[in-house]
């Protein structure tokens, strides 16, 4: 089968599959980080298209936080879904190696990801919890478990550890200081990093505007 077929019929599956999420993690997201990854890939150059396509792609049709905490449900039903295709098992094993690496999973915890092509997956996924769109992604997220949009009486965690980020518990606002405000300086690639500082202000202004208005005095 040619790549762009596999490429089309896999955009399918994964659309089929994340159809009716409301987490933040619906088609959507999937379908701007496959685009961000192709804009970073064609600016870096050199990175395999194909891999790259097919693991944004496939990123997020099963998570973890949905799964009991399962971190290798996503990369388990990506290897179905490749292995179904027939593609070479050193393709398989990259793409659900990236799919297993890619997730953050607190400050504490160093990124596994050691590949071109799974540094600019990366990238593209955590563009996406960045700037405007971030911004409404954290507080659909936070309203989906439930939890507070501020709390002046909780303090963000400095560090966490897999463990403690797992329990996504606290207000929305925590979220950013303990992952969204760190991601900049974690970025893989140059293209990257770029677009991450423009979407880095974005949440340093809505920030001090919130603050302002909880204080009354915005
Ligand atoms: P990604 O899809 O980028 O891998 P995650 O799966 O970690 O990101 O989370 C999906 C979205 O929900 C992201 O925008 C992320 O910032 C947000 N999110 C994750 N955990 C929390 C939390 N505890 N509170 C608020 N938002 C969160
Ligand atoms: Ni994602």
Known sequence: M???KIIEQTAEFARKNLANESTGHDWWHTYRVWKMSLRIANEEKDADL????????????????????????????????????QLDENIISHVCEII??????????????????????????RLDALGAIGIAR?????????????????????NKTAEQYKQMD??????????LLLLKDL???????????GRHKTMEKFLE???KEWEVEG
């Not at 997220?141 to 303090?155: A, C, L, M, V």
């Open 2 to 4: 040619d790549k762009n």
């Open 187 to 197: 970025m893989n690639t140059k293209t990257g990093k770029k677009i991450a500082e």
């Open 209 to 211: 505007d919130f603050f």
């Open 50 to 85: 194909f891999v790259v396509q097919l693991a944004t792609l496939l990123h997020d049709i099963a998570d973890w936080k949905f799964n009991k905490g399962d971190e290798f449900v996503g990369s388990k039903l990506a290897r179905e879904w490749l292995e179904k295709l």
């Open 138 to 158: 954290a507080f659909a997220f936070g309203g989906h478990r439930g939890n507070p949009i501020y709390d002046p009486s909780i303090k963000p965690v400095k």
């Open 170 to 179: 606290e207000p929305s606002i925590n979220h950013f200081y303990e992952k």
């Open 100 to 125: 297993k690496e890619v997730s953050f999973m607190g400050e504490a915890e160093k990124s596994k990801i050691k590949t071109k092509e799974g540094m600019i997956v990366q990238d593209a996924d």
